[in-house]
């Protein structure tokens, strides 16, 4: 089974929708974090927790917002869609513990968003 | 400017070649440098992980930063179908080490 595993992995939704996008890990990392990817702009950092307790701003968060429900588990809200949050969304785990591979993320396989 | 350039391809290389595939960047705090590849579809994966300056080798692949210029790069040897993906490099400093900095992708095609 996979480390990081995300839902639904294909979605398709219209305009001011609500959607919900979840990740879950069985790695035992306490840190968690959710990305857009739109092609040739890379990665975009949307939020980012490092504990149940503890959730943060990434670079590109208006419009979104985030839930920690667990330590292994990080959800990732559309409040109301719109055309340009059409993106791979993934979300990816790092253990702020291993000293030998500091913050080193791993990914889930991604969920692949359209907003008509 | 983007903190981390990295040319998007695609590169088109036949089977066995040597693959060059290079990232440069502007903030000499960086120290933690990696490499991910991502198959179409799939979501990045870890290659190369590498701390500070000097040369990294794992199988056909060799990690190198040169933190002097601000350029990293990695190395395919003997370069397969199968390697055929996109490349993207990643970075980020000791205060802020869970913040990573993307470069935006190579795409590589290596031909039978």
């Known amino acids: 089974d996979a480390d990081v595993t995300q839902t639904p992995r294909n979605r398709i939704t219209k305009t001011g929708k609500r959607i919900m996008l979840e990740c879950s890990q069985t790695?035992?990392?306490?840190?968690m974090y959710w990305y857009r990817q739109d092609p040739g702009l890379g990665l975009q950092l949307i939020y980012y927790s490092f504990d149940v307790k503890d959730i943060n701003k990434g670079e590109i968060s208006d419009g979104y917002s985030v839930s920690r429900q667990a330590q292994a588990k990080f959800s990732l809200s559309l409040e109301s869609a719109i055309p340009n949050q059409t993106a791979l969304y993934f979300c990816?785990?790092?253990?702020?513990?291993?000293?030998?591979?500091?913050?080193?993320?791993?990914f889930g396989p991604g969920t692949r968003l359209t907003v008509l | 400017q983007k903190e981390v350039e990295q040319d998007p391809g695609p590169l088109s290389v036949p089977e066995g070649a040597i693959v060059s595939l290079n990232c440069t960047y502007s903030n000499s705090a960086f120290q933690y440098f990696m490499w991910y590849r991502q198959y179409s579809r799939k979501g990045p994966e870890l290659l190369m992980y590498?701390?500070?300056?000097g040369n990294k080798e794992d199988g056909r692949f060799t990690a190198q930063v040169d933190k002097s210029s601000k350029y990293i790069s990695l190395f395919i040897r003997d370069s397969q179908p199968s390697d055929s993906a996109t490349y993207l490099c990643?970075?980020?400093?000791?205060?802020?080490?869970?913040?990573?900095?993307f470069g935006s992708g190579t795409r590589l095609l290596v031909r039978p």
């Open positions: 990643a970075m980020s400093a000791p205060d802020s080490s869970y913040k990573l900095i």
């Open positions: 790695k035992g990392h306490d840190r």
């Open positions: 990816a785990t790092s253990d702020s513990r291993d000293r030998d591979l500091t913050d080193t993320q791993y």
């Open positions: 590498t701390y500070s300056s």
